[in-house]
């Protein structure tokens, strides 16, 4: 079953924040973020651990909430290079394989 | 470093075709896998493979085979090609012995079916 990520879309003006999120209904092993720019393929941003961990990757962060079995990923101070789609992915308890969700569409402008 | 490496870029069948699609990776990994990606849908899984021999269906499987000779490739082949399978086709890898691994994309193959 997909993760449900939200919003959909987000429009903001370089320098400010968003963020998006990713919810399952299932027990996570552990939660993938990567950033798709159009044409090209998805990019890994980072993974996010069972344990409620949180970790950041220059201006880009995430959290694990194991209790609610959600993770956020936040753009702090936002460039207009992080224009493009976010998609979180999941693995489900012993599941080997990756489960995407619908995406979040970012748009940066200047 | 090739990375993983998706043949063709583009492709234009009729009806009825059939075709592999080829995926390579040269990292020794594991796990991989295989992607559709349609508007609004997100990255839908076909199939994945978690090592030579041995494959599963993902959430879409139906008009697609895969098989897994070797540690390195991972063709996806549509048998006979529907308008509905036109999508854009990612191919993935993944070392799959920590649970902290990425999984890397192939750049895509974009498919059309008339």
């Known amino acids: 079953q997909q993760p449900v990520q939200s919003p959909q879309a987000v429009i903001l003006r370089e320098g400010e924040d968003a963020v998006i999120n990713c919810s399952s209904s299932?027990?996570?092993?552990?939660v993938h973020w990567y950033r798709q720019k159009h044409g090209e393929a998805p990019v890994f941003l980072m993974i996010?651990?069972?344990?409620?961990e949180q970790k950041g990757h220059d201006k880009i962060s995430a959290s694990f909430n194991e209790k609610k079995q959600q993770s956020s990923l936040y753009l702090t101070a936002s460039q207009l290079s992080y224009s493009g789609t976010y998609f979180c992915?999941?693995?489900?308890?012993?599941?080997?394989?990756?489960?995407f969700g619908s995406g979040t569409q970012l748009t940066v402008l200047p | 470093n090739a990375g993983v490496t998706q043949t063709p870029k583009f492709q234009v069948l009729k009806t009825g075709q059939s075709m592999t699609l080829q995926c390579a990776q040269d990292?020794?990994?594991?796990?991989m896998s295989w992607y559709r990606q349609d508007p609004g849908m997100g990255l839908r899984l076909i199939h994945y493979?978690?090592?030579?021999?041995?494959?599963d269906q993902g959430e879409v499987p139906n008009g697609y085979n895969v098989s897994r000779s070797t540690t390195e490739d991972f063709p996806l082949r549509l048998l006979s090609a529907a308008p509905s399978q036109t999508s854009v086709y990612f191919c993935?890898?993944?070392?799959?012995?920590?649970?902290?691994?990425?999984?890397?994309f192939g750049d895509g193959t974009r498919l059309s079916i008339l």
């Open positions: 299932k027990a996570l092993y552990s």
């Open positions: 493979s978690v090592g030579a021999g041995i494959t």
């Open positions: 996010l651990l069972k344990g409620g």
């Open positions: 993935a890898s993944r070392l799959d012995r920590a649970r902290n691994q990425p999984q890397h």
């Open positions: 992915g999941t693995r489900a308890g012993s599941a080997r394989q990756l489960t």
């Open positions: 990292m020794n990994h594991e796990y």
